[in-house]
């Protein structure tokens, strides 16, 4: 029920990305799930991406940073970890398991990393490392990117999950600060003769997430170990349709006044367009 985020950024509406935010979590903690796999917060550099319809950042990281904090920022609330992704610099959704990218420090920082930087002081608790590899290392076992700057440069203190299959190696992986692979321990089962250190490390930082979303608390959603599972649950509601129906209204963006759809036939009319980012 809820349209794609890129409509979300095409609101400039934070107000909206709150509500969207809002909304989206309730239906989690319904369904009892304790991690939103979201959102998306990667720059679009080309509209051919296969992933553009997944970004709260569509073109601009200013944008991107502000959608993202009023999104996080209603989910941290209820007591659902949101997840940032795809770290980092996934741009592009064609071979992505091959991609090799290289991006300047300055770029970087300022354009790739900001919008990451929103979502982790709004309370993101979770970042979801890439399939690309960034600097000749895959993204999710790569030391610069998982420790140098997320965690040193950015201030990160939460789990890194991996993309569905992005993992190539266990204990290299750990070491280089991812926390949990998914969708299975693949590589993960066998860690080889990683530190006991740097395992209660990774772990701690799980639980660090856990806490600050207050699971241990009682602040989580409510997780019944049933069958069949709550999250097949139908957790909507007419305030979330109301929702959905107000984004899809806000981000709507007239690129041709077809049929007189605006009531302008004057041609010598000046026309200004103002809004908020």
Request: glycine share 8%; aromatic share 10%; net charge negative.
């Amino acid at each position: 029920q809820f349209p794609d985020l890129i409509a979300v950024a095409a609101s400039f509406d934070r107000e909206a990305a709150a509500a969207y935010g809002a909304a989206m979590a309730e239906e989690f903690r319904a369904k009892g799930c304790n991690v939103l796999l979201g959102p998306d917060v990667e720059i679009v550099r080309s509209p051919f991406s296969g992933r553009t319809f997944e970004s709260l950042s569509g073109e601009d990281p200013y944008l991107g940073g502000r959608m993202a904090a009023a999104y996080i920022g209603e989910v941290h609330k209820r007591g659902v970890i949101a997840t940032a992704k795809h770290w980092l610099d996934n741009e592009q959704e064609a071979h992505r398991q091959e991609l090799d990218v290289a991006v300047g420090d300055r770029a970087q920082h300022e354009i790739y990393m900001a919008p990451f930087k929103a979502a982790i002081d709004a309370g993101a608790g979770a970042v979801m490392c890439s399939y690309n590899k960034v600097y000749g290392e895959y993204a999710c076992e790569n030391s610069k990117l998982l420790t140098k700057l997320l965690r040193e440069d950015l201030g990160f203190k939460g789990f890194v999950v991996s993309d569905w299959g992005a993992v190539h190696s266990g204990a290299k992986s750990a070491q280089s600060g991812l926390n949990v692979e998914m969708p299975a321990a693949k590589y993960f089962k066998d860690l080889g003769a990683l530190s006991d250190e740097t395992i209660e490390e990774r772990a701690s930082q799980v639980l660090a997430s856990i806490y600050a979303a207050g699971h241990f608390h009682g602040s989580g959603p409510a997780i019944a170990w049933s069958w069949p599972p709550p999250f097949y649950t139908d957790a909507t509601s007419d305030a979330h349709r109301l929702v959905a129906k107000r984004v899809i209204i806000e981000s709507s963006v007239l690129l041709k006044n077809a049929d007189g759809a605006l009531p302008i036939a004057d041609k010598s009319l000046k026309i200004a367009l103002v809004g908020k980012a």
